[in-house]
């Protein structure tokens, strides 16, 4: 009994959870999802299309689509929305006159049917740069607090070093375990 228990636990946490990265270009996705892979600055290109990679973390399988941010790209989001469990919204701490374009991008997102169970981790990158917006500043130009249907958390981060990667993925991964 107790194997038989333990290997359907298995199956369970073996189950892939499907993750978008999303966010303007230029915030740093890309450089995200390889931090979390290799630890390590890999050389990035604007990414036309997505990358995907898979990262395991405490035996739960996330299946990370980076997708392209820029304004052309942004209408083909929603062609990755469907299974997807979890939102990382990456944003460029350093890009104010950009937030509120971020704002909407996120707004919409949250409308949309297919995301509305998606739990949303907000990491607000680039706290490296000096005089970059702190994730309270982010928060409330977000009004993070008014998102009421779905679990969100933001996380400051520096994707070069990757300090605030692992909080981050640590918040997707007890997500996992609340659901
Ligand atoms: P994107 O995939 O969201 O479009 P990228 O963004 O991952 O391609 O990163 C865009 C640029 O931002 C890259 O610089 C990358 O090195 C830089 N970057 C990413 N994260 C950080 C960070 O935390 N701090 C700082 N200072 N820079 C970061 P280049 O010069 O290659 O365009
Ligand atoms: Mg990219």
């Not at 990414?47 to 083909?76: C, P, Y």
């Not at 998102?147 to 520096?158: A, E, F, R, S």
Request: proline share 1%; net charge negative; hydrophobic share 40%.
């Amino acid at each position: 009994m107790g194997l038989l228990v333990g290997k359907l636990m298995d199956i369970f946490w073996s189950q892939e959870r499907k993750v978008i990265i999303v966010g303007l270009d230029n915030a740093g996705k890309t450089t995200i999802l390889y931090q979390f892979l290799t630890n390590e600055v890999i050389h990035t290109c604007p990414t036309i299309g997505s990358n995907m990679e898979e990262i395991v973390l405490k035996k739960t399988h996330f299946l990370m689509w980076d997708i392209g941010g820029q304004e052309a790209l942004r209408s083909t989001w929603n062609t990755y929305y469907s299974d997807t469990e979890f939102i990382i919204l990456v944003i460029d701490s350093t890009d104010r006159d950009r937030l509120l374009t971020t704002r909407e991008e996120l707004y919409t997102m949250l409308a949309h049917e297919a995301l509305r169970d998606a739990s949303v981790l907000i990491f607000a990158n680039k706290q490296d740069v000096k005089n970059c917006m702190t994730t309270t500043e982010i928060s409330q130009l977000l009004t993070l607090s008014a998102i009421k249907d779905h679990p969100w958390h933001i996380q400051g981060c520096c994707a070069l070093t990757g300090e605030g990667l692992s909080a981050g993925l640590q918040w997707l991964q007890s997500r996992t375990t609340a659901n």
